[in-house]
């Protein structure tokens, strides 16, 4: 079983709410997890990092719209967004990276996690 699946994207409207959701195996329970995205002809770019047993860095562009939640007995992970804009149409990846807490919040770039799942597109039209 792959160690990070994502499901739960779709097409929503401007102004709607999505979750995607990260199911994990493998990993241990508490880990660095995160959030990014990649729209057409740009980079892939975090928009949120958490070590899961505390602590959430958010990206500015989608602060105070998006949030995190986790059930830990499933072993999955949510990406809450809300006040969907089309600028956040983009395939939606989670990733682990290794290390504790202190580390994990400093992390931004996708060569800084190691493992990912196969990504889920999210559509908000124009």
């Known amino acids: 079983q792959a160690p990070m699946v994502e499901s739960g994207g779709g097409s929503v409207q401007a102004g709607g709410s999505l979750s995607v959701s990260c199911k994990t195996s493998?990993?241990?329970?508490?880990?660095?997890l995160g959030w990014f995205r990649q729209a057409p002809g740009k980079e892939r770019e975090a928009v949120v990092i958490?070590?899961?047993?505390?602590?959430?860095w958010y990206s500015e562009s989608v602060k105070g719209r998006f949030s995190i939640a986790q059930e830990f007995h499933k072993r999955t992970h949510y990406l809450q967004m809300s006040s969907l804009k089309p600028e956040d149409t983009a395939i939606y990846y989670c990733?682990?990276?290794?290390?504790?807490?202190?580390?994990?919040?400093?992390?931004?770039?996708?060569?800084?996690?190691?493992?990912w799942g196969q990504g889920t597109q999210v559509t908000v039209p124009s």
């Open positions: 990733a682990s990276a290794p290390g504790g807490r202190d580390s994990c919040l400093r992390r931004r770039g996708p060569t800084d996690f190691d493992t």
């Open positions: 493998g990993l241990p329970s508490h880990f660095c």
């Open positions: 958490t070590y899961t047993s505390g602590g959430t």
